[in-house]
């Protein structure tokens, strides 16, 4: 299987239309993109996006792979509520900060591409890099065809070799770790490659975080990592409030002078922007940078806690399209098209999956530490 050729795996449908809307707009918007400091923003159902200097092409780009990766997520929370699965996590909310990381990803296999660190929270980036949604459903609904485990993890715990996605963890924080070894080896080799990896805000409170940031920043041995954070003001039921010193997340960084920002996470263009700007700036200088994007969290923590839809947050896509259809760079109807025509491919991506079977026992031990002391608990 390989994902290399592809930015984003469209159904003929979807394809055809995505290309229909983009033929019509050829010209550029021009407005004013400001950068929203330190904003809570993303706890209001008030929309705060701007519209950068992108062509409309992009523009509608991201507004496609969004509502692509919003249907996928639905579509999954509809499979766990059928009873087709066992647990949903995922990110519905983050779709206006991880579709641009996808996009601007140097896609590929080894040092000389991004390595991608992330969390449960990132289909949208995935589905912008060209997972299909299939491939999703299949680890939704443990099908032994799911090429990231062989269906035996949960919902959004992708890896995927061919495109440098580290297998996402289950105990948080972890990444921020690991991050720090593809980081090393890609500056070894003197790439232009980054690493870049991804985690929430109650995560920072984890030692991997800090060491992270100690590790990344060493005088003269600074290395190549893009470091976010995706502040939902959230852990579970835990509030942000009470649980941080710091006014921003993004001042930790400040202190191991990693240059560093706050951008509005609900806002594709600002986040496009921002990512471009700083991604460009490691490649260029070898040293890391630090973002903060405020987001919101539209479907509660995790089907722990009932997936149902949050109302009172902002809804990044509700948003986008809104501006886009006010600007006249979409219609309405165009929209509409886009949706109905991932909800078709949803429909279908699942019906076919379920017809693929689940892993069988003798496979327990494919890709763990075998024939080790520690392979089997049954020798213990
Ligand atoms: C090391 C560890 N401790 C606790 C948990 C249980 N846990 C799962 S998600 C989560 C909250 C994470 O919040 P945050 O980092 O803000 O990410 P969010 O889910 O809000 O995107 C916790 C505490 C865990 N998975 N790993
Ligand atoms: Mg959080």
Redesign the pocket.
């Known amino acids: 299987m390989s994902y290399s050729k592809t930015t984003s795996s469209k159904s003929n449908s979807a394809k055809a239309n995505f290309a229909k809307v983009v033929s019509k707009k050829k010209s550029l918007v021009k407005m004013s993109s400001k950068s929203v400091k330190s904003s809570k923003s993303a706890k209001s159902n008030t929309s705060t996006q701007s519209l950068g200097q992108l062509p409309d092409k992009t523009l509608i780009q991201m507004l496609d792979l969004m509502i692509k990766s919003r249907v996928l997520e639905e579509r999954l929370i509809k499979i766990y509520r059928a009873g087709e699965s066992y647990f949903w996590i995922g990110g519905p909310g983050e779709e206006a900060w991880g579709v641009p990381i996808g996009l601007l990803a140097n896609k590929g296999q080894g040092v000389k591409h991004d390595f991608l660190h992330l969390?449960?929270?990132c289909t949208p980036t995935l589905i912008a890099m060209g997972m299909p949604m299939k491939d999703s459903i299949r680890l939704m609904m443990n099908r032994v065809t799911d090429p990231s485990t062989g269906g035996r993890n949960f919902s959004n715990h992708y890896c995927i070799p061919e495109m440098n996605i580290a297998p996402v963890t289950?105990?948080?924080?972890?990444q921020y770790g690991i991050a720090l070894g593809t980081a090393h080896a890609q500056k070894r080799a003197g790439a232009k490659a980054i690493s870049i990896v991804t985690?929430?805000?109650?995560?920072?409170a984890?030692g991997d975080f800090a060491s992270c940031l100690i590790w990344a920043s060493r005088k003269d041995n600074e290395l190549p990592m893009l470091i976010t954070v995706?502040?939902?003001y959230?852990?579970?039921s835990t509030s942000y409030e009470g649980q941080h010193g710091e006014t921003n997340i993004a001042d930790r960084a400040r202190g191991f002078n990693i240059r560093s920002r706050v951008v509005n996470g609900n806002d594709p263009v600002e986040s496009y922007l921002a990512l471009k700007e700083e991604m460009d700036y490691i490649r260029k200088t070898g040293k890391p940078s630090f973002i903060e994007a405020k987001v919101s969290?539209l479907y509660g923590?995790s089907s722990a806690s009932g997936a149902n839809l949050v109302t009172s947050e902002e809804d990044c896509i509700k948003s986008f399209s809104d501006k886009l259809v006010s600007k006249k760079i979409i219609t309405e109807k165009e929209v509409k098209a886009i949706w109905s025509a991932y909800e078709e491919e949803a429909l279908r991506a699942t019906e076919e999956a379920r017809g693929e079977g689940a892993p069988t026992s003798d496979s327990i031990w494919d890709h763990v530490f075998a024939d080790n002391e520690n392979s089997d608990w049954r020798k213990f």
């Open positions: 969390h449960y929270r289950s105990p948080i924080g972890v985690g929430g805000d109650a995560g920072t984890e995706q502040n939902n959230w852990g579970i969290r923590h």
